[in-house]
């Protein structure tokens, strides 16, 4: 007995865990800092952790499936109807569920490259084609309408990141609404937003609103802390009222993740330290770093220091985990997360002094 053929499909490479890393390089996990994942250096909201304290004891029964508080108060946010808010086990899940509502099988998908990998793999999945626009390192990875449509071949799902990742580059509302504009009506037009709170800009929610072909993607993970408990969203079009019901995982949210979602919702000051700790990082690194960045919207800096993959490993002996950019096609390129004020002045030494030797 043989699972389907999966060679065509990519291995999600995960980063590793620090005990991991540590145990391999003899290292106490306290001695690492992992900024590899682009995860929040100050953790959980401590309101959320307080929420899954207080609700752990509920978690024999299932949790409600729909119309659930978590639903209707990211609707009231974000000024949209509850069933077009999609939860789902993080981000990835609500790529995964656009996947199974919209592709038939041999559909095309048009995703970035360099990109986030699982739209290619959730894609994949659901026995869709992918079709590539790159974005172009010499022009500073700028996202532009001009890029995507002139790549655009009647693909039913493009995929847009902003912030995007692994470059940390915007893509203007106005570029989104222009692609949207001027794709088939049949293409829906999906802004992965994982990111969001970190950009000076604003969200693509006003156009789901607008129009009835464009979705936005957002998770707890990352401005949230909460990137253990799998929780994220896809705000979908009015007019597809029924379809998460369809291929939604059964109780796909669990509900001590709905709780503590819910709880890190109201818990401003936890999020405004993560962002403006983010903003600071960001400018620690341009100015501090002798090497070239690009200007990040994102909790991560790009920066280009020759064969990343030696650097890379350079820094984790000196117990500073990165991102190396290889998998991305970026083969001279680390991705930083921002890290707490310590840890984010530690690796740029590190990556300084790799850069020197
Ligand atoms: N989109 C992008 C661009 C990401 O970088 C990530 C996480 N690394 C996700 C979506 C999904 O994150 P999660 O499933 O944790 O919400």
Known sequence: MQPRDLSAHTEYVAGRGIEEVARELGMEPTELIKLASNE?????????VDAIEAHAG??????????TDLTERLATDWNVEPDQIWLSAGGDGSLDYLSRAILRPGEKVLVPQPGFAYYAMSARYHHGEIHEYS???????????????SAYDGERIVYLTSPHNPTGTVCPL????????????????????????????????????????????????????????????????SEWADAYA????????????????????????????????????????YEHVDAPTWESHG????IQVGDATTVADRLQERGVIVRDCTSFGLADCIRVTCGTEAETKRAVEAINEVLAE
Request: charge should be negative.
């Open 40 to 48: 929040n250096a100050f953790g959980p909201s401590p309101a959320a």
């Open 246 to 285: 369809r291929v939604n995982t059964p109780f796909a949210a669990g509900e001590l993740s709905c709780r503590a979602g819910l709880a890190a919702l109201d818990d401003d000051e936890h999020v405004e330290r993560t962002v403006s700790t983010v903003e600071w990082a960001r400018e620690y690194i």
């Open 58 to 67: 509920s978690v024999s029964s299932y949790p409600k499936t729909s119309h």
């Open 174 to 237: 106005e570029d989104v609404e222009r692609i949207a504009e001027e794709t088939d009506e049949e293409t829906l037009v999906v802004v992965d937003e994982a990111y969001g709170e970190f950009a000076d800009v604003d969200s693509a929610v006003g156009l789901v609103r607008e129009r009835d072909d464009v979705a936005v993607i957002r998770t707890f993970s990352k401005a949230y802390g909460l990137a253990g408990l799998r929780l994220g969203y896809a705000i979908t079009p």
């Open 135 to 149: 974005l172009d390192q010499g022009d500073g990875f700028t996202q532009r309408a001009e890029t995507v449509l």
């Open 299 to 302: 909790n991560f800096v790009l």
